[in-house]
């Protein structure tokens, strides 16, 4: 996970209301460093080459309205223009930002929480774990393809977290599914997962189809999708 502070006096004004908010980042196409702002055509965002330009939605972990500074945090992994332009950014670098998105509306008299993810999810969730009532068990189900996605999660006085390893070649999602499915959902929980978009699609089933829980309880959220080469 690489952390970029974005800055300039292009953020005065952002705000993040809520904890896991969205904000889409504009990127330089690959090969370059020079950032191109696209027109909107009626249907898309187009470059003045014809091609799509490069947009990600990212978590803003941290925005500070005083020093105009805004940051995101980039899963770096073997691909993915995101991935790679974390790795080779330099300070003074350009990137455009829009947002916030909608966040996680946090309702501080239910029973408890359940927060399951993937890597993808780390940011949102250490910012739930910030923002939820310190007195409220929190179950945190958290799925890493390697050890060394175990990163240190903030601090909640009633949150127990497990880490769930992926198998070798397993698909995405597996080891996340088989530990909701293993959970303990209180009568009257909140259910917050985030991830691999077939992936929370199957849980999202297992959710409302085989536990019963009701819709309003539950956000499911896709980050990205497996086998699109763009992702990342």
């Not at 990163?151 to 995405?172: F, I, N, Q, R, T």
């Not at 997962?193 to 536990?211: K, N, S, W, Y």
Request: proline share 9%.
């Amino acid at each position: 996970m690489v952390r970029i502070t974005l800055t300039g006096p292009e953020l005065d004004g952002l705000t993040i209301d809520q904890p896991a908010a969205s904000v889409r980042l504009l990127l330089p196409s690959p090969g370059t460093t020079e950032l191109v702002v696209p027109r909107w055509n009626g249907n898309e965002f187009l470059l003045p080459d014809g091609q799509r330009p490069i947009i990600r939605t990212f978590t803003p972990r941290r925005a500070d309205p005083t020093a105009l500074e805004l940051d995101v945090e980039v899963v770096v992994h073997g691909g993915g223009a995101a991935s790679e332009w974390a790795q080779a950014v330099r300070p003074g670098a350009s990137a455009a930002v829009s947002g916030p998105g909608r966040g996680y509306v946090i309702e501080p008299d239910v029973p408890a929480y359940l927060l399951a993810g993937d890597e993808t999810a780390l940011p949102a969730m250490s910012q739930l774990l910030e923002w939820l009532p310190s007195a409220t068990p929190v179950q945190v189900h958290v799925e890493v393809a390697d050890p060394e996605g175990r990163l240190a999660l903030p601090a909640h006085p009633e949150a127990s977290v497990a880490w769930c390893d992926l198998a070798p070649g397993a698909a995405p999602g597996e080891a996340l599914l088989e530990a909701v499915r293993g959970a303990d959902i209180l009568d009257g929980a909140r259910v917050w997962v985030a991830g691999e978009a077939a992936a929370v699609q199957r849980i999202r089933r297992h959710l409302f189809d085989d536990r019963g829980v009701e819709r309003a309880r539950a956000a499911v959220r896709g980050y990205w999708k497996h086998g699109r080469t763009s992702d990342g």
